[in-house]
């Protein structure tokens, strides 16, 4: 399935949900005759996928705002009249919960925005804790301003930062009273007070008591320009390449959970600390936190809110005592003048990340924004007993084959002295093995030189996910389990060994066990998160499409390059690039192959000196994926791959070709296989 075929896939199942969930909706796009092309086959796929993107425009539309007032500015004839009558209705309470809604801007930081917040009190901002964590610390005795390029990072929120709007409405965040801990709800809650303008012009938003499902709602806040959405041409026509400015963008919620909610409305980063919010009522539902673009957003119930900001107020949970320290004695008071509903507050369980443009004079680093959630399990730091781990057979050099088509473990000709060794049933060992694959640790980096599977993809079975462990063999001090790993501004566990390729066997049980296996610390590595790009992630699966049906199997060798200038970050030294290695029988020749890939995360990290920045991360940032000669492979990582460097369809480019020899895979079907 090409580009746009999956493209069109993905638009029809959206749209399909949104209208199943709506019905008025779904038969004012039936009136319009938004499938009249499904009964036309021979109609271009282009005109089918513009015609998707119609309908998704209509259905979740996204709204500008400007003067702080609703703008219905339906301009296309395709625009839907469902939505202008709802939003018509809803007028007088989106105009005042939009004034509520602001940016939140930096000083002396490397952003000079971060998110989105909005008042539940005439004092008193609520945002995400995820937004809070890029310029608040704890030095010990309570949250503070962390220190920025020359002092304390100053913050505000804009309630007029708008399309063509040279006004400004600002709150200065005089310090922040309550951050939830990594366990808790994404929630942070700050003290204001006016800093210029009209301070009436911006009154609270009531928290809904009891939040609902309903069809009838909207989330107001500041997308930025998100990387990480598979599809940027469709994300800038739904926004008109105009971006981190307040937005409406009506949706629903569809389902409610026990602290969070789920809703549909289209957001991209940025929106980290929109409210959700009801046009029946006015009142808000929830706090956005997280979302993935065209599949669903969460956000934490606004009751959650209202029980953690009663709690603040009561003293029952900590606030801020380093800016104030006067004020430690006392629980929080907040003024809430009479005629006003009480304060609203939000609370989420994911992640999303917004962000806004550096400030320094320097050349401007765009950083990629991490998708939700971050990591590929729960971080549970489970650990079984070494003995455990007698029968795991590891990675078989015969799997494809015996004599020449044997493919054997790469050894280490320049990291020898490097290679982490321990004690195991009585035998000094170098191997970690696993269900199906092994891992090589270097000592000096904690990390694996390399992760070598064997895949069946005919035996292939899908597993539950679990928590990342340790492995018992090996000390704790030489494997990495927190220090770099976590919520922005750190990184993602990337798996070396993909978490499916180990999962296989005769048998659910021995196929989960190899599932499982994929998720120890060792066999991961820091990455950013728009790292995994989709044609990195579907390298093995192509190759297997590539084998004898009665075969379907190939091994796969992943790891980092170790270099001397790789930044240090969180206390650990973080890789700039990653090479693949894939043999396997090829289909037509019957002959052993093996094709090697690199791709590179340099341009999404920052640099040394400098502390992770998130934003919009420009089109020449973005990760390819590139076909390179395994020789290459071999002269960069100080590791031998053998023979297979000589079965390389890439063996007969010379070191002069340089870049001629590597190839941007811009497609799968760019890879090549054979001479």
């Not at 801007?105 to 901002?125: C, Q």
């Not at 005795?141 to 929120?157: C, K, L, N, Q």
């Not at 409210?275 to 669903?296: I, K, M, N, Q, Y």
């Not at 650990?572 to 192959?593: E, N, Q, S």
């Amino acid at each position: 399935m090409d580009a746009l075929e999956k493209r069109l896939a993905r638009l029809r199942s959206f749209n399909a949900w949104v209208q199943g969930g709506d019905a008025d909706l779904g038969e004012e796009s039936a009136d319009r005759g938004a499938r009249a092309l499904e009964s036309m086959p021979a109609v271009p796929i282009e005109d089918r996928v513009a015609l998707e993107s119609i309908v998704l425009r209509r259905t979740r539309p996204v709204l500008a705002i400007r003067n702080n007032i609703t703008r219905l500015e339906f301009v296309d004839p395709a625009d839907s009249e469902i939505w202008k009558a709802r939003l018509e209705a809803a007028r007088p309470f989106l105009d005042k919960a939009i004034r509520a809604v602001g940016r939140i801007n930096l000083s002396g930081a490397d952003l000079d925005w971060v998110g989105t917040g909005w008042l539940i009190a005439d004092n008193m901002l609520v945002t995400n804790r995820h937004v809070a964590s890029l310029f608040v610390a704890h030095d010990g005795r309570g949250f503070t301003f962390g220190m920025g390029r020359s002092g304390r990072i100053g913050a505000d929120i804009d309630f007029l930062q708008e399309i063509d709007n040279l006004d400004a409405l600002t709150f200065r965040l005089v310090r922040p009273l309550h951050v939830e801990d990594a366990g808790g709800p994404d929630i942070a809650l700050f003290e204001v007070e006016v800093m210029s303008g009209d301070a009436r012009l911006a009154a609270p938003i009531a928290l809904a008591a009891k939040p609902r499902v309903t069809n009838n709602a909207a989330t107001i806040g500041y997308p930025a320009y998100d990387s990480r959405i598979g599809e940027p041409e469709l994300m800038e026509d739904i926004y008109g390449k105009v971006y981190n400015k307040k937005r409406l963008a009506p949706g629903g919620v569809t389902k409610l959970e026990e602290l969070r909610l789920l809703h549909n409305c289209t957001t991209l980063g940025g929106n980290s600390g929109s409210a959700v919010v009801d046009l029946d009522t006015g009142e808000a539902l929830g706090l956005h936190f997280s979302g993935r673009f065209l599949d669903t957003n969460y956000a934490v119930r606004a009751d959650v809110v209202k029980r953690v900001l009663d709690d603040v107020r009561a003293g029952r949970r900590s606030i801020s005592v380093a800016s104030r320290p006067e004020t430690a004695a006392a629980p929080l008071q907040l003024t809430v003048p009479s005629g006003r509903a009480s304060v609203s507050m939000t609370v989420p369980l994911t992640i999303t990340v917004s962000l806004g443009e550096p400030t320094t004079s320097a050349p401007v680093r765009r950083r990629v924004a991490p998708a939700a959630p971050l990591d590929d399990g729960a971080i549970d730091g489970e650990e079984a007993p070494a003995a455990d781990y007698r029968d795991r057979e590891g990675y078989d050099s015969a799997f494809l084959g015996d004599g020449s088509l044997a493919v054997a473990l790469p050894t280490l000709d320049r990291h020898a002295d490097d290679v982490l060794d321990f004690e195991f049933e009585g035998k000094t060992e170098t191997e970690l093995r696993y269900d199906h694959y092994s891992v090589v640790m270097s000592r000096r980096r904690r990390m694996c030189f390399f992760s070598a599977v064997n895949i069946d993809g005919a035996l292939s079975k899908k597993s539950k996910r679990v928590g990342w462990k340790w492995d018992p063999r090996i000390p704790k001090k030489q494997q990495i389990m927190n220090e770099c790993y976590g919520n922005p501004p750190k990184f993602s566990r990337g798996h070396m060994t993909r978490r499916e390729d180990p999962g296989w066997g005769e048998t659910a049980a021995v196929a989960k066990r190899g599932n499982e296996d994929s998720m120890h610390v060792t066999n991961a590595t820091p990455q950013m998160q728009a790292f995994n790009a989709p044609i990195w992630l579907e390298l093995e699966d192509y190759a297997l499409d590539h084998t004898k049906e009665d075969r379907m199997r190939v091994s796969v060798f992943t790891g980092p390059y170790f270099a001397d200038d790789d930044p240090t970050m969180h206390g650990v030294r973080i890789p700039r690039a990653f090479w693949k290695i894939i043999a396997f029988i090829h289909d037509d020749t019957g002959k052993l192959c093996a094709t090697g890939y690199e791709m590179d995360q340099s341009d999404s990290l920052p640099a040394a000196d400098e502390e992770f920045v998130f934003g919009p991360l420009t089109s020449s940032h973005l990760n390819i994926a590139v076909q390179v000669p395994i020789r290459s492979i071999q002269a960069k990582s100080g590791l031998s791959f053998g023979r297979l460097a000589e079965v390389d369809p890439l063996a007969e480019a010379e070191e002069a070709i340089g870049e001629a020899a590597r190839v941007p895979l811009a497609s799968l079907e760019q890879i090549r296989f054979v001479r």
